[in-house]
């Protein structure tokens, strides 16, 4: 929230009042790692702490905790648009995230999914040039603590589905997972689902 001072003259009379301006960016903080910034702008969950630089021995770790079992989405952005590949020594974006999920929806989690979208609320196709490394070998960079296998989805969207596992409320489970951009965009979306048990 922005507070700014209006000064006007009404019947000959100075008077001056507090204006506030409300921007769901300025009241979210943006977090700083790598050569991104990372933010809970939209909604529905709330990051903790972030750290790394994002390569595979020192990937970007953000902690959030999620107050629901509804899809939120993290806003990531970057100013740099020519940055090296820290894996394929080719031009392009490309870092390693580690997520640290703290379930604070009230409910088990048994399944959790991840969501890479160029356009919020678009699909991202095989073609665009964001996914998880869909040309890469990926090979020992994609896992969770708390589940046990995932699947890497590349048509008609980009999505991780992490399965076989169950997350307790207030419990957390961590992911680990590469994101490429050899577009690139300096904003892009990563969409997280929990799933909860069917009643």
């Given at each position: 929230?922005?507070?700014?001072?209006v000064?006007?003259?009404?019947?000959?009379?100075l008077?001056?009042?507090?204006?506030?301006?409300?921007?769901?960016?300025?009241?979210?903080?943006?977090?700083?790692?790598?050569?991104?910034?990372?933010?809970?702008?939209?909604?529905?969950?709330?990051?903790?702490?972030?750290?790394?630089?994002?390569?595979?021995?020192d990937?970007?770790?953000?902690?959030?905790?999620?107050?629901?079992?509804?899809?939120?989405?993290?806003?990531i952005?970057?100013?740099?648009?020519?940055?090296?590949?820290?894996?394929?020594?080719?031009?392009?974006?490309?870092?390693?995230?580690?997520?640290?999920?703290?379930?604070?929806?009230?409910?088990?989690?048994?399944?959790?999914?991840?969501?890479?979208q160029?356009?919020?609320?678009?699909?991202?196709?095989y073609?665009?040039?964001?996914?998880?490394?869909?040309?890469?070998?990926?090979?020992?960079?994609?896992?969770?603590?708390?589940?046990?296998?995932?699947?890497?989805?590349?048509?008609?969207?980009?999505?991780?589905?992490?399965?076989?596992?169950?997350?307790?409320?207030?419990?957390?489970?961590?992911?680990?997972?590469?994101?490429?951009?050899?577009?690139?965009?300096?904003?892009?979306?990563l969409?997280?689902?929990?799933?909860?048990?069917?009643?």
């Amino acid at each position: 929230m922005k507070l700014s001072w209006v000064i006007c003259t009404v019947g000959g009379i100075l008077t001056a009042s507090i204006v506030c301006n409300y921007s769901s960016a300025e009241e979210s903080e943006l977090w700083s790692a790598g050569q991104y910034t990372f933010s809970d702008e939209l909604g529905g969950f709330t990051i903790r702490a972030i750290s790394g630089i994002g390569t595979l021995e020192d990937p970007i770790v953000v902690t959030e905790e999620l107050d629901t079992a509804s899809p939120t989405t993290i806003v990531i952005r970057t100013e740099r648009i020519a940055q090296h590949n820290p894996a394929t020594a080719n031009a392009g974006l490309l870092f390693y995230l580690r997520v640290k999920a703290i379930n604070g929806s009230g409910h088990p989690w048994i399944e959790f999914v991840f969501e890479l979208q160029k356009q919020l609320g678009v699909l991202s196709d095989y073609y665009d040039g964001l996914s998880f490394y869909q040309a890469g070998d990926k090979t020992g960079m994609i896992h969770s603590d708390l589940f046990s296998t995932y699947r890497d989805e590349s048509e008609p969207y980009d999505r991780m589905i992490f399965r076989n596992g169950f997350v307790d409320p207030n419990a957390t489970a961590s992911f680990d997972f590469p994101i490429a951009d050899f577009t690139p965009k300096r904003t892009f979306y990563l969409v997280q689902d929990p799933r909860i048990p069917s009643t």
